[in-house]
């Protein structure tokens, strides 16, 4: 979350010196520097209910569980289904590790781990 910041920050200070040097032109353009806060409804609390939901009224913790959880989240799920169709091959795979040449030589694991490819 502070790289996204970072880099939106580095955005921001490199376009409005960009729009400064254009100034000739006459476009109103405003860059808005810091998330807009937006103002929390109030639920109605029916008797005998304790309310435990809290608004989130902080801009970036906002930003942080509505976009940036749910991209990451997405870009998990996705990376997971993509993945898990070849967990054998890559178990296959495991086999060619400078790591584990010492336990092919040993136990002539070869055999075993390429069986699996065919």
């Known amino acids: 979350m502070d790289g996204v910041k970072l880099m939106a920050k580095t955005f921001i200070d490199t376009m409005s010196e960009k729009l400064e040097l254009v100034e000739t032109i006459d476009i109103d353009i405003v860059i ?12 109605k609390i ?5 309310n435990n939901d809290e608004p989130i ?14 991209i990451l989240d997405n870009t998990i799920g996705s990376m997971e289904k993509k993945f898990s169709k070849n967990q054998i091959l890559y178990t296959d795979f495991a086999c060619l590790s400078p790591a584990n040449f010492d336990d092919i030589k040993k136990n002539d694991l070869t055999i ?3 069986n699996r490819a065919n």
């Open 112 to 114: 075993q781990c390429f």
């Open 57 to 70: 009224t902080d801009p970036e913790i906002r930003y942080t569980v509505e976009v940036h959880n749910l």
């Open 32 to 43: 808005e520097t810091e998330l807009p806060v937006i103002r929390s409804r109030k639920r």
């Open 46 to 50: 029916l008797s005998g209910e304790k």
